[in-house]
């Protein structure tokens, strides 16, 4: 009940089109939705999050959208630069938790020229 | 500001070995965590503390212990290494409170037990 569960695996997409990673989890006590994304050997860094009282969230190129009805959350880069080539994580916090993060299995993104 | 810093970035342990991996902030931070990164599994919590004296498992505590003698600090210790515990560890911290639910990094270390 505590899984995350996020697709794809992997994913190349071409510079300026649109990558989409999707997460799905089962525990309506989750209360608070963060993507991290990691860049190789480095430790991974928050990019943007959500709580599941928002259907949208917006930081300049990446978006997550949530459908707290189908427990679903999806991270959408815009116009995706080959900087932007890294894995990310979804992840979700329990309430009254103390901030422990259970995080899905990664997706690792290239943004191809 | 250092942020979280870990040591040593990596190591290679013999079977039965023991090793403590260091771990400090300088955010003072009360919450502080241990997670481990395999190839395809995500981060997997080991050991978590909201503050120096208190600590508690995680998802996958076996073959760790942790102590929190002080705000800064949370090394993890190894006894008796297994190959299953070749793996990226990665400590993090971040402040407690509405509002503070972002988790701070180091960069890790790399362990391989052979």
């Known amino acids: 009940q505590q899984q995350v569960k996020q697709s794809p695996q992997s994913l190349i997409v071409q510079k300026g089109g649109i990558s989409i990673i999707n997460c799905a989890y089962e525990?309506?006590?989750?209360?608070?939705f963060p993507w991290y994304q990691q860049f190789p050997g480095k430790g991974p860094a928050l990019l943007i999050a959500?709580?599941?009282?928002?259907s949208e969230k917006k930081e300049g190129r990446f978006t997550i959208s949530f459908n707290k009805s189908a427990k679903q959350f999806s991270l959408h880069i815009m116009d995706s630069q080959p900087g932007d080539s890294a894995t990310y994580f979804c992840?979700?916090?329990?309430?009254?938790?103390?901030?422990?993060?259970?995080f899905g299995t990664g997706t690792q993104l290239k943004v191809e020229l | 500001n250092a942020g979280v810093t870990q040591t040593p970035k990596f190591r290679i342990l013999k079977i039965g070995q023991s090793m403590t991996l260091q771990c400090a902030q300088d955010?003072?931070?009360?919450?502080m965590y241990w997670y481990r990164q395999d190839p395809g599994m995500g981060l997997k919590l080991i050991y978590y503390?909201?503050?120096?004296?208190?600590?508690d498992k995680g998802e996958v505590p076996n073959g760790y212990n942790v102590s929190r003698s002080t705000t800064e600090d949370f090394p993890l210790r190894l006894e008796l290494a297994a190959p299953s515990q070749t793996s990226v560890y990665f400590c993090?911290?971040?402040?407690?409170?509405?509002?503070?639910?972002?988790?701070?990094f180091g960069s890790g270390t790399q362990l391989s037990v052979l």
């Open positions: 993090a911290s971040s402040a407690s409170g509405v509002g503070s639910e972002k988790l701070f």
């Open positions: 525990n309506t006590a989750f209360d608070y």
């Open positions: 959500i709580r599941p009282d928002v």
């Open positions: 992840a979700a916090r329990l309430t009254g938790g103390g901030n422990k993060l259970t």
């Open positions: 955010m003072n931070h009360n919450y």
């Open positions: 503390s909201v503050g120096a004296g208190i600590t």
